[in-house]
């Protein structure tokens, strides 16, 4: 246990960038901008990675073989703060205008799909041991945007990640590295 130190532990919630991806992932410093925040979040955020393995084995138990077939590797998080260019993140068919003050979304038409993927950032508040997730993809759920007499409208955000690079990774995970932003 000596090698467990309080500082391994994770703790609180954070922050969520948002840039169009473009093919590489960009320094740290360079997404962490307050430019490229794209909403306040609330109910937390949460990163879920699931193999698929297949195992199979011969009928007298004598051999037996698995083998890893897929993955899925998704990235949720609940969007409080909600501005006409949050809705660009959450379906490709979003277009925004703003005339005298006014945003105005219009979301729908195939013809509209815009084809593009998003790199989303997080960055852990915690102050012993932030965290930072990576992912490129785009919005699998679609949104539900309620409204409450008792407590702010939040949209979910359900991004099933990509491949980023040529290797195939999906996730980019940093544990322990200062917070810039």
Not at 6 to 14: H, R
Not at 89 to 109: C, F, N, Q, Y
Not at 149 to 166: N, R
């Amino acid at each position: 246990m000596s090698r467990l130190k309080k500082e391994q532990v994770v703790l609180g919630s954070g922050k969520l960038y948002h840039k169009e991806f473009t093919g590489t992932i960009p320094a740290n410093e360079e997404i962490e901008t307050e430019e490229n925040i794209i909403a306040a979040i609330k109910g937390g955020s949460v990163l879920t990675y699931t193999p698929t393995i297949v195992t199979d084995q011969s009928d007298l138990g004598e051999v037996s073989v698995s083998i890893f077939q897929s993955e899925e590797a998704t990235f949720k998080s609940g969007l409080m703060t909600i501005i006409g260019d949050t809705f660009k993140t959450l379906t490709s068919t979003a277009r925004v205008t703003t005339e005298d003050g006014v945003e105005t979304v219009l979301i729908g038409g195939a013809d509209n799909h815009d084809g593009k993927s998003h790199l989303f950032h997080f960055v852990n508040s915690n102050k012993l041991r932030p965290v930072r997730v990576t992912v490129v993809g785009v919005n699998h759920k679609g949104f539900e945007l309620s409204f409450k007499q008792d407590g702010a409208a939040v949209v979910d955000l359900e991004v099933k990640a990509e491949a980023m690079d040529d290797s195939g990774t999906k996730i980019k995970l940093q544990l322990g590295s200062k917070v810039s932003a």
